[in-house]
């Protein structure tokens, strides 16, 4: 009994910032299915009026130690792994990009080490923070939930802030798009032409940092909505239109409770980049070749004692 009540706990903990998401959206739809009836009407007003609430630089007392308790739930219930190559070439006070892969259906992991409340986030990332596709944070509820994890709107405007401030910004630089390649059994990721993030990095002379986390994709099951009705540049389009990819995904139990896999996460050693406020697009295209050689001999060092020794890595 004690188990299974350690069980429910560590689900419910986890599933806050997931079921958030799913909740509040299938709640509103719900709602509007149901118009115009009272009931409806007032819980559609109550969600507008919660996106009205503004964000706030600190995160409440009570909020923070929310965020504590499932983050360190989060990192028991995956036995999450954290590998960092050179921990002393991370240096506090120094801006990063860490550029984090793969996105796979949803990455719930990310939060779990890159987050100033994390119980095992390394003191120089401390100030980073995540940037997350903007749709989130038009979504009540979620957009505070996600802000408390340490979220922020992934745009050039918010990276540049955060790197002129002199905090990490944390890029899955596949983002959304990179679900349209994903297939069971191999890792997908989206790099060949997302130089936007290695451009604003030369900005600020902001070292590149590779990271991979091994389990990321196994967290969910997952099935892509409309394939093959759909054409793939019609679902591309939609994807970057409303900010993710309709898929249908369900972990343990059929639930948005991520399934009980063993996460390794891997920070590689930071690539050093010039400073150039104005890089050319060749000097752009060097650094990105760059960052994805060393994201490919990060994954092929660590994929055997992660517990993947036959898993390929796609780049595309």
Avoid at 137 to 161: D, E, I, N, Q, T
Avoid at 177 to 200: D, K, P
Wanted: glycine share 8%; aromatic share 10%.
């Amino acid at each position: 009994m004690a188990g299974l009540l350690r069980d429910v706990k560590v689900a419910a903990a986890i599933s806050i910032w997931v079921g958030a998401l799913f909740g509040v959206l299938g709640s509103m739809l719900i709602a509007v299915l149901c118009l115009p009836h009272p009931l409806a009407m007032s819980w559609l007003t109550l969600m507008v009026a919660l996106t009205l609430v503004p964000l706030k630089e600190e995160t409440p007392g009570w909020a923070a130690q929310m965020t504590r308790t499932s983050l360190r739930l989060a990192v028991e219930y995956n036995s999450m792994e954290l590998r960092i190559e050179d921990p002393m070439a991370l240096r506090s006070g120094r801006p990063y990009v860490v550029g984090y892969e793969p996105h796979s259906a949803l990455p719930t992991a990310m939060p779990m080490v890159f987050c100033e409340h994390s119980p095992i986030v390394p003191p120089a990332l401390k100030t980073v923070r995540v940037l997350a596709t903007s749709a989130c944070f038009y979504c009540p509820v979620v957009r505070h939930l996600w802000w408390w994890l340490g979220g922020r709107p992934a745009s050039a405007s918010v990276m540049r802030a955060m790197l002129g401030r002199g905090h990490s910004a944390l890029v899955c630089p596949g983002g959304v798009r990179e679900c349209l390649y994903m297939e069971h059994g191999r890792e997908a990721v989206y790099l060949s032409n997302r130089t936007g993030f290695v451009r604003i990095a030369l900005q600020y002379g902001a070292p590149l940092v590779p990271v991979f986390c091994f389990g990321q994709t196994d967290m969910y099951h997952w099935v892509k909505m409309g394939a093959p009705v759909i054409p793939q540049w019609l679902t591309e389009r939609i994807a970057r239109t409303i900010g993710f990819l309709p898929l249908l995904m369900y972990g343990i139990w059929g639930t948005f409770v991520p399934r009980k896999v063993k996460l390794t996460m891997v920070i590689g050693k930071p690539i050093e980049v010039p400073k150039l406020p104005e890089a050319s697009k060749e000097e752009v295209q060097k650094h990105l070749d760059h960052f994805i050689e060393e994201m490919e001999k990060l994954f092929e060092r660590h994929k055997a004692s992660a517990g993947y020794p036959d898993l390929q890595l796609t780049v595309i």
